[in-house]
């Protein structure tokens, strides 16, 4: 993950610390609380700042930041950088009221927040942090539900699950109606399925023998009925040349995952039976999430 942090929100920041109490301030202090576990506990970052680095240590955020990430970078660097940038990649941006930021960031489809704003738009985002148990719906799970949660900044969406291709039934019951939704969100252009092609030979729930290209020539088809800028791709792998193990479904955005229980393939369910069952939505800004993407994204990205 890339941060950009200026100087004028550094001194912003610091200030909002020492006034926002947890009784008085109870969304501000959330959204700051969250702040410094990213600055003092994720490993791994690019720093970018306008401070020159003989001055970082008068600054809080930076002293925190420093003791898990060594490396920093000047603002130049990080403009350079974002005009080449791999659009998969997180980026987060945090400044006083830098125009230049603002417009570099926000067209490379980062997220960037500023010393007026990084409070009201953070907590819309932690918001969409939520697990959705099944058990707790008053109706039939239906995935036009996660709409919310699809609308994220990001043109690539990679969705790992060794079950959803299984048969027609699962493609028309859970694939289908996902691509539907994500459709919905017009930054999106590229989705992939990753799916390991050994556990499909040996799995027995499968109507046949599965041809992953005659499914991605039905996608396309399908996605041209419902009049989406779209491409559909599937990824095999094998277990020989991964080290990772990718039984758990998960679907992958730029700054997101949603992860569902047993699997995308476990719609629609019997809601006549119980089915302690749920989705699970997290973004970057949660340390597990921001880890996953760290460590075991890069295995994905090398399969894909």
């Not at 929100?9 to 410094?36: K, M, Q, T, W």
């Not at 970018?48 to 970082?56: G, I, N, P, S």
């Amino acid at each position: 993950m890339f941060l950009y942090i200026d100087k004028d929100f550094a001194l912003d920041f610091e200030s909002n610390l020492r006034s926002h109490n947890p009784v008085d301030y109870p969304v501000e202090h959330e959204v700051n609380g969250r702040l410094c576990q990213m600055f003092t506990k994720y490993a791994g970052l690019n720093i970018y700042t306008d401070v020159l680095f003989d001055e970082l240590k008068d600054y809080y955020i930076f002293r925190q930041i420093g003791n898990v990430n060594t490396k920093f970078s000047l603002k130049d660097s990080f403009i350079s950088w974002l005009s080449q940038t791999n659009s998969n990649i997180p980026v987060l941006a945090f400044t006083g009221s830098d125009i230049s930021i603002l417009e570099s960031v926000r067209s490379s489809n980062g997220l960037v927040f500023t010393s007026e704003n990084y409070i009201s738009e953070l907590s819309k985002i932690f918001n969409n942090e939520k697990s959705i148990r099944f058990t707790e719906l008053n109706n039939r799970f239906n995935w036009s539900q996660l709409q919310p949660y699809l609308n994220w900044q990001t043109s690539s969406m990679v969705l790992v699950d060794n079950f959803i291709l299984l048969n027609e039934g699962k493609i028309s019951a859970n694939l289908k109606p996902l691509l539907r939704s994500i459709s919905l969100n017009k930054s999106v252009k590229k989705f992939k399925v990753l799916v390991n092609r050994d556990e499909y030979r040996q799995n027995r729930r499968a109507d046949g023998p599965i041809d992953f290209s005659d499914i991605e020539n039905d996608m396309e088809e399908f996605i041209d009925e419902i009049d989406a800028d779209l491409s559909f791709q599937v990824k095999q792998y094998s277990r020989s040349n991964s080290k990772y193990d990718l039984h758990d479904r998960r679907l992958y955005m730029r700054y997101a995952i949603i992860e569902i229980g047993k699997g995308f393939d476990l719609l629609p369910v019997d809601v006549n039976k119980f089915t302690d069952r749920k989705i699970q939505i997290s973004t970057i800004f949660t340390k597990d999430t921001h880890d996953d993407f760290r460590v075991f994204y890069k295995g994905i990205e090398n399969l894909l």
